[in-house]
Nanobody, 115 residues
């Protein structure tokens, strides 16, 4: 069984920054990819940023240039640095681990951007 624990969410004013962390533990046998997804009320969950095993990262168009995903393999942890936050970034952010097609999700962390 895999546990993903997210942290770092909160309330921030537009233009501010937050850093999310997701630590994976348990039955970790392969980290094909780790990613951050978000979901706001009435909307579908969407991929925000993804980093694959070779380090290649991809981003949702609306966050390119503002968000950065990184990882620490020694700690099985992935980070999402979010800068220049906008009200439309408000959502619950979820971490996801893909191990050979087996998906594990974190419990989510709320990010609220408002003046």
């Amino acid at each position: 069984q895999v546990q993903l624990v997210e942290s770092g969410g909160g309330f921030v004013q537009p233009g501010g920054s937050l850093r999310l962390s997701c630590a994976a533990s348990g039955s970790i046998f392969s980290m094909d990819s780790m990613g951050w997804y978000r979901q706001s009320p009435g909307k579908e969950r969407e991929m925000v940023a993804l980093i694959v095993s070779n380090g290649f990262a991809s981003y949702l168009d609306s966050v390119k240039g503002r968000f950065n995903i990184s990882r620490d393999k020694t700690k099985n942890t992935v980070y999402l640095q979010m800068n220049m936050l906008k009200p439309e970034d408000t959502a619950v952010y979820y971490c996801r681990l893909n191990q050979r097609g087996f998906l594990s999700w974190g419990q989510g962390t709320q990010v609220t951007v408002s003046s």
